[in-house]
């Protein structure tokens, strides 16, 4: 018999549905196929994969509300996030739908009038991903979407909370005529899945999103046979409001950062660095907007913070606040929870604190939870020290409408990405992606299909 796992609804246990785990050798032959489908695909011309992307793309748009709703239900983020989730995850198919027919070589004027020289670019081969459960259709798409487009084939294991979606949106991408062996995926454990993509003489490139340590893990063991490697991993968001800042704005843009998706996203405001001398105008802005939001489970009306996607998360983030609660950290709202351990539902209500120190562990770990902590600052060296001491660098945020403050705050903070007045910059059109422990490589962009072609250069002589 095969082995299975529940995936059940975070906000309420509701079973949803019983999957079956992949035995090794069923992934080892899902490798060999997306392997051997490699050379069709491939040489399928450019405008045509195009048109095969769009085909999914609007497939997975004709069924926008069943994909939201199938996502609430196995991640519990709100309604509207999720509809978000699935324009955002198409957008990805649709900028590399066109990047697919610019995938440009140059030639390069030859040193010799009896040679030519041509530079092209190839893809890569076949391409095995492990996403995360906080994005499960737009950390997917987002790998897929340039593999598909570059030619390479493309497999995927979702995460174990939330693979439903996955599973979905790829039924969607064969309904449309994407070949069944060009986009497959696996279910299983992710240490094994991991090791045999590692291992595997197929697998030609490895792109994950997870956790910093996983990632390093699929790092080391990708050397063997020196794969191609992307990794998007940990964050820890500082969030700078300098003393000029509009502040009902930087209100209104601190919770799109740090309270979508109930903060469970790798670039959530996750250390909110305020001067001294708004700190206390700003924290009761912020309390009472915070004070607005409502908890419960994402598919009932006007819901804004779902639940946590599981109890090792849930226990993380009480234990980050009682830490910064015993070391003197003061709770403007918040600190309430509600779990059901029996059905395993955990909900944390927002949470505001203010006086955080350096020493707590909110500002050293990276923080997966509703939780906003308030850090108090004189000089902006001082927040830009402090912003830069982690070994994180994928997001950083600042509000100033000072150029000469924001010119200076961009140049010195260490991070992939910076929003500058801005809590929400991700889109498919700009490279997302870490500096540090947070990353190698980009997604999005001109910058995303890259990693997933080869350059190749050929040198004709005797001419
Ligand atoms: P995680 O524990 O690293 O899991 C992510 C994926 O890796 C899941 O599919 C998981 O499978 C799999 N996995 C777990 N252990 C593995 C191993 N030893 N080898 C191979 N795969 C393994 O991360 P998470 O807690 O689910 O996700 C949150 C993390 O992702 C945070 O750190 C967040 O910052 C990061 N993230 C980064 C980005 C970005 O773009 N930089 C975006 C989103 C999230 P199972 O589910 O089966 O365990």
Known sequence: MKNTYKVNNPATGEFISEIEMNTKEEINLALKKGHNAFR?????????????????????????????????????????????????????????AEEAKRTYGRTIPSHNESKRIVVTKQPVGLVAAITPWNFPAAMMTRKAAPALAAGCTFI??????????????????????????????????????GEIFTNSEFVRKITFTGSTPVGKTL???SSDTIKHVTMELGGHAPLIIAEDADLDFAVSQTIASKFRNAGQ?????????????????????????????????????????????????????????????????????GNEY?????????????????????????????TFGPVAPLISFKELEEAIEIANSTPYGLAAYFFTNNY????????????????????????AHVPFGGMKESGLGREGGTEGIEPYLETKYLSIGDL
């Open 338 to 366: 509600n779990a059901n351990h029996q059905i395993n539902t955990y909900f944390v209500y927002p949470t505001v604190l203010k006086n955080v120190q350096l020493d707590m562990k909110i500002t050293q770990e990276e």
């Open 404 to 427: 000469k403050t924001g010119i200076f705050l961009h140049e010195r903070l260490n991070f992939g990405i910076v929003g500058w007045n801005d809590g929400a910059p991700s889109a």
């Open 40 to 96: 069709k695909w491939s040489q399928v011309n450019a405008h045509e994969r195009s048109d095969l992307l769009k085909k999914w793309m609007d497939n997975i748009q004709a069924h926008k509300a069943e994909i939201a709703e199938l996502m609430t239900r196995e991640n519990g983020k709100p309604i509207k996030e999720s509809l978000g989730e699935v324009d955002y995850a198409s957008s990805y198919i649709a900028w590399y």
């Open 219 to 221: 790092l080391k063991n």
């Open 265 to 333: 996203t790798c670039v959530c405001a996750n250390r909110i660095l305020v001067h001294e001398n708004v700190m206390d105008e700003f924290a009761n802005k912020l309390t009472t907007e915070v004070t607005k939001l409502k908890v419960g489970n994402g598919l009932e009306e006007g819901v804004d913070i779902g639940p946590i996607i599981n109890e090792k998360g849930y226990t993380k983030i009480i234990a980050q606040v009682n830490d910064a609660i015993s070391k003197g950290a003061e709770v403007l709202v």
């Open 156 to 193: 995927v294991k979702p995460a174990e909370d939330t693979p439903l979606t996955t599973i979905r949106l790829i039924e969607l991408a064969h309904e449309v005529g994407i070949p069944v062996d060009a986009i497959q995926y696996v279910i299983g454990e992710g240490k094994e899945i």
